[in-house]
T-cell receptor, first 113, second 111 residues
Framework: DTGVSQDPRHKITKRGQNVTFRCDPISEHNRLYWYRQTLGQGPEFLTYFQNEAQLEKSRLLSDRFSAERPKGSFSTLEIQRTEQGDSAMYLC???????????FGPGTRLTVT | KQEVTQIPAALSVPEGENLVLNCSFTDSAIYNLQWFRQDPGKGLTSLLLIQSSQREQTSGRLNASLDKSSGRSTLYIAASQPGDSATYLCAQRGSQGNLIFGKGTKLSVKP
C-alpha cells in the first residue's frame, strides 16, 4: 500500500494556459475524490467518482474544469484557460465502501501568474 | 446548508498539556465524522473516523467523541508534544459522499 499519489506536486503556469493533474488512488479503492484548498481554508469538494462513473460535481466546478477516471483507476483533473483565482492546492482522496474513510494524497500546488 | 465550525482557530500550549479541540456541525443526520492533521504545505493525514452509531474512537494519545444531539465533536490530545504542532481539521461526510470541512485549528505545542 503506497498511499494516494499525485503528480505533479507543484505547477506554475501563466494565465490562460491549460493544466492537467493526475491522481493515483490506493489500489482497490473504488471511490476517488477531488478537493481544492486555498490558504487558511479547509478543503472544498469538487467532484467524486465511483469506479469510472462521475457521481457528483460541486458548483465550484465551472465549465473550465473537467475530471475523468477512464478505467476506474487513476484520475485526471484538467483546468482550461487558467485564471489567477485558480491558484490553490488541489487534493485527491480515495476510499473503500462504507464507512468511506478518505485517505488523501500530498496535493498539487497550482500557481497561476 | 451543511456547515462545520472549528473553535478556536489557533491554540498555543506548553508541552505536556492535555488539550481539547472543538468541532460543531449543523446536519444532525450525520453519516460519519473524520479528524485530520495537516502539516504546512502538505496533504491531510486521517487521524480518526467516528461513525454515526459510535460515541468515541481512540488511537494512542488521541480520543475523538461524537454527540449528534448537540452537533458537536471533540478531539482530545493527551500529553501534547512539539511534534503535534499542525493544523487539525474535522470533516462531516455530506449526503453526496463528499466531506465538508471546517477551517481548522492551528495548534502550536511549545517545548
Amino acid at each position: 500500500d503506497t498511499g494516494v499519489s499525485q503528480d505533479p506536486r507543484h505547477k506554475i503556469t501563466k494565465r490562460g494556459q491549460n493544466v492537467t493533474f493526475r491522481c493515483d488512488p490506493i489500489s482497490e479503492h473504488n471511490r476517488l475524490y477531488w478537493y481544492r484548498q486555498t490558504l487558511g481554508q479547509g478543503p472544498e469538494f469538487l467532484t467524486y467518482f465511483q469506479n469510472e462513473a462521475q457521481l457528483e460535481k460541486s458548483r465550484l466546478l465551472s465549465d473550465r474544469f473537467s475530471a475523468e477516471r477512464p478505467k476506474g483507476s487513476f484520475s485526471t483533473l484538467e483546468i482550461q484557460r487558467t485564471e489567477q483565482g485558480d491558484s490553490a492546492m488541489y487534493l485527491c482522496a480515495s476510499s473503500l465502501p462504507p464507512p468511506y474513510e478518505q485517505y488523501f494524497g500530498p496535493g498539487t500546488r497550482l500557481t497561476v501568474t | 446548508k451543511q456547515e462545520v465550525t472549528q473553535i478556536p482557530a489557533a491554540l498555543s500550549v506548553p508541552e505536556g498539556e492535555n488539550l481539547v479541540l472543538n468541532c460543531s456541525f449543523t446536519d444532525s443526520a450525520i453519516y460519519n465524522l473524520q479528524w485530520f492533521r495537516q502539516d504546512p504545505g502538505k496533504g491531510l493525514t486521517s487521524l480518526l473516523l467516528i461513525q454515526s452509531s459510535q460515541r468515541e474512537q481512540t488511537s494512542g494519545r488521541l480520543n475523538a467523541s461524537l454527540d449528534k444531539s448537540s452537533g458537536r465533536s471533540t478531539l482530545y490530545i493527551a500529553a501534547s508534544q512539539p511534534g503535534d504542532s499542525a493544523t487539525y481539521l474535522c470533516a462531516q461526510r455530506g449526503s453526496q459522499g463528499n466531506l465538508i470541512f471546517g477551517k481548522g485549528t492551528k495548534l502550536s505545542v511549545k517545548p
